[in-house]
C-alpha cells in the first residue's frame, strides 16, 4: 500500500472520500480509494457541535479507531490548527502519534467561527499563518507526514488573494497547497500560477457532473481531492428515510423487501465477522 507522500508525487489526481468511523473506512477501501479523509467539518455535524468545537485530541481518538481497522492513508483536515505557532507543535505530534499521513492547515483565525459554514470566513493575516506553517514543518518528525497549507481567501478576499496566499504557502515550504474555489475557471487559475502538488475538493456531484474531470484536474497539477461531506449527506438521506417509515409504518423503498437483513450481512462481511470466528473456533475449541 502507497504511503499518501509518494501517492502525491504520480500524475494522477487521489480522491480521498470522508470517513468518521473504522466501517466507513473499510468501505472505502472496498471501493478502491487509495487514501481518505477525516473532516473536522463533517465530524462536527455528526457530533452536532460544528467543527469550531472540535479539539485535536478528538480528531486523534477518532483516527486510532479508523488506523487500527484500515490501513489507508489518513489525512486530517486540522482547520486552523488548534493554535498559534507555538501550538502547532503538539497538533503536529498528536497528528504523527495518531497515524496521520497528510495534516491539512487553514489561515482561520481560531478560535473557529461557526459562520464559516455559511460561507463567511475570518483569516488571519498571511505573514501570521506563515509563521505557523514553518513550525508545523519545523515540529514534524515523520518524513512521511504531508503537511498542507489551506486557504479560503477566495471567500473572503477573492481568487486573486488566495492565490497570492497559496504562493506565499508554497515559498515557505508546505508540501501541498489548498487554494479553496469550486469555480471552473479560477479552478485554472489556481493550477496555472500556485506551484503543485495542489489539493482541492471534489465536485459535490462529483466528478460526473463536473466541467472539469480528473484528467482535468490532475493536468492542472492536482494531486488530493477530498470528498468531504458527499457520505455524509448520504447517510444522513438514508437514515431519515429510514426512521421516518419505520415511525410511520412504512416499508422503506432504499431497502426494499428483506433488505434490511441482506445490508446487515453485507456490513458484517465488511467488519471482517467470518475472520474473527475463524479465530474463535480455532482457538476456543477447548474452553
Known sequence: M????????????????????????????????????????????????????????????????????????????????????????????????????????????????????????HLVPTEFFVKKLKEALAARTDPNLVIIARTNARRAGGIEEAIRRGEAFAKAGADMVFSFTRNPEEVRMVGERVPPPLMTFAPVDGFAASRLSRADYAKLGFRLAASSGTAFAAMYKAIKQSYECLAQDRPDPFLGPGGGDAMMKAAQATCGLDQLLEIERRTMKEH
Open 2 to 121: 502507497q504511503k499518501l507522500k509518494d501517492l502525491i508525487r504520480g500524475n494522477d489526481l487521489v480522491v480521498a472520500p470522508v470517513v468518521f468511523n473504522p466501517i466507513m473506512a473499510k468501505m472505502a477501501a472496498e471501493a478502491g480509494f487509495k487514501a481518505i479523509y477525516l473532516s473536522g467539518g463533517t465530524l462536527g455535524w455528526v457530533k452536532c457541535i460544528t467543527e469550531a468545537n472540535i479539539s485535536v485530541s478528538e480528531m486523534s481518538d477518532v483516527a486510532l479507531d479508523i488506523k487500527a481497522a484500515c490501513k489507508l492513508p489518513l489525512v486530517l483536515d486540522a482547520g486552523g490548527g488548534w493554535g498559534d505557532p507555538v501550538h502547532i507543535h503538539r497538533t503536529i505530534a498528536l497528528a504523527e502519534a495518531a497515524g496521520f499521513q497528510g495534516i491539512e492547515i487553514e489561515d482561520q483565525l481560531l478560535p473557529r467561527r461557526v459562520e464559516h459554514h455559511v460561507g463567511i470566513d
